[in-house]
């Protein structure tokens, strides 16, 4: 009897217990669709053979990208949009300097970028901005009926995030974050291999940004991105890492991050470079040197984020997948390691003694990256090389989605991408400010996460 009533109370307290850890994972709101909208999964809209461009933000980044679409056939740059002047001036020296027509400018303030959206000769809204004016441009600029193509992170909060997925189904424009990252060769052609099998299944993806900004911080237009660590905590930056990753695990296009768990270490970098510049003392600086966040997906797959801008380390993305037949690693080195079934005889004809305990060699590295060069860099890798912006993964971005606009196929990344992989940003806040709950990520394609079998790219 004594023995049944210990049991009944063992299992008393382990459901409780249960129930607890159920209850304890934080949840946000997630806003009904609103009647009469339809989601924007694959949405083609009518091709526009000549792309005519509007950029707004011409800092350190932009510039970089009018010059680079001057390479693109069928583009037209016809505004040109900054607070200072003097980008812009510099923006259509560029211009003239590729023999283009000037571009008219728009300089003065931060709501000038309205006369921008509100053009009636424009279709593709660019904007490199600060992050606190991306995503109310890019509501605007929809609703000013252009397709808006914005700068990572695209959205900071969830009601900027939820704003543009709103507007983007309700405008059937499109809403694309440009997330430059996805289409760096490495990525591209681990992407191809992912999607023929190479790997196996895909059960665990690493992704970083990690990056000392000491020699930029100063650089900064009003200060903007420091000011924007200091007052919030959590990984403000993580699409460069968490973007490829998803793609490689086909996320709402079969699987869809479920929860997360951040952790960050306390500020030290960060504080002392402000200490060091203005002499004085910085108290309650939000953003950890290090921040890390874990994330589980609905088929039980993990990712790791992470976010340092101040250590001194050298630059990573990080960039891990691990599959159930190989594993694919870019940095320090780029390397891969495959179970010996997976080497095919036209890639080590003399069956080598491989073992996927260490990497390929070199030898079989090359050919294996020859084999499955993703066939959307194909075409274009030796102009993308030529042209640049990041050794010319930023040159495939901007050549997709022009191709993709021109052709009225569906672009490469949705706004459900861009929400998924920008919600790291408010949710791991949550996380870490409540002693590393699990929070919930929201379903951003609300209900449709399974309709599509995979990702693919338009042709
Ligand atoms: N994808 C990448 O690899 C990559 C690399 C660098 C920067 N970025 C992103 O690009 C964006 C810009 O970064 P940056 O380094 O050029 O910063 P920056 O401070 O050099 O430039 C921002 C520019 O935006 C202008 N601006 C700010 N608010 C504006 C407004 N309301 N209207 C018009 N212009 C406005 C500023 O005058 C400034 O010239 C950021 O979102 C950043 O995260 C992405």
Redesign the pocket.
């Known amino acids: 009897m004594k023995l049944k009533i210990a049991t009944l109370f063992l299992i008393y307290i382990f459901s409780i217990s249960y129930v607890n850890c159920q209850a304890k994972i934080i949840k946000t709101q997630t806003p009904p669709r609103p009647a009469g909208q339809k989601d924007v999964l694959q949405l083609r809209c009518e091709p526009i053979p000549t792309v005519r461009i509007a950029f ?7 510039p970089g990208a009018v010059e680079r679409m001057t390479h693109i056939p069928g583009v037209e740059i016809v505004a040109l ?4 002047q003097k ?1 812009t001036i510099s923006a259509n020296k560029i211009l003239a300097k590729r023999g283009f027509p000037a571009a008219q400018e728009f300089y003065g303030d ?1 709501t ?2 309205r006369k921008v959206t509100a053009l009636p000769n424009v279709d593709l809204i660019y904007v ?4 606190k ?2 995503a109310q441009i890019g509501v605007q600029a929809m609703k000013d009926g252009k397709h808006v193509a914005i ?2 992170p695209a959205a900071m909060n969830l009601k900027e995030i939820w704003d543009l997925i709103n507007t983007s189904e309700k405008t059937r424009k499109h809403c694309m974050q ?1 997330e ?1 990252c996805v289409y760096d060769f490495f990525e591209l052609t681990t992407l191809n291999m992912v999607q023929q099998g190479l790997l196996g299944e895909i059960i665990h993806g690493e992704g970083a940004y990690i990056h000392g900004l000491q020699p930029y911080w100063d ?3 009003n200060n ?1 991105r420091m000011d924007y660590n200091r007052t919030h905590r959590g990984d403000v930056y993580p699409t460069h890492g968490l973007g490829p990753v998803c793609q490689a695990m086909n996320i709402h296009r079969g699987d869809r991050l479920q929860y997360l768990v951040a952790v960050d270490t306390k500020a030290i970098g960060n504080p002392e470079f402000i200490k060091k510049k203005t002499g004085k003392e910085v108290t309650g600086f939000r953003n950890g040197d290090h921040t890390m966040t874990m994330i589980a997906t609905e088929k039980q797959k993990s990712i790791l984020i992470e976010h340092n801008v101040t250590s001194p380390r050298p630059y990573s993305r990080m960039y891990q997948l691990t599959g159930t037949k190989g594993f694919a690693n870019k940095y320090p080195v780029e390397g891969y390691a495959l179970e010996q079934e997976m080497v095919g005889n036209d890639i080590a004809p003399n069956h080598e003694n491989l073992t996927a305990h260490k990497f390929v060699p070199d030898s079989i590295r090359t050919r294996l990256m020859k084999k499955y060069r993703h066939p959307i860099a194909k075409d274009i890798e030796d102009l993308a090389k030529q042209v640049g912006g ?1 050794g010319g993964m930023d040159f495939i971005m901007d050549y997709r989605l022009i191709y993709c606009l021109q052709k009225g196929l569906p672009l490469d990344m949705d706004v459900y991408d861009l929400a998924e992989w920008c919600c790291i940003i408010p949710l791991s806040e949550i996380s870490l400010d409540n002693n590393s709950s699990p929070v919930q990520i929201p379903d951003f394609t609300r209900g449709l996460w399974n309709k599509l079998p995979k990702l693919e790219f338009a042709k």
Do not use: F, K, S
Request: with cysteine; hydrophobic share 45%.
């Open positions: 707004i933000g011409l800092g350190m980044r932009g949009c900054d607070v200072l980008n931060t000038v970028w490199a901005t600060d992050w004016h991306h700068e990572v440009l430059n650089a900064y237009w903007w990041h």
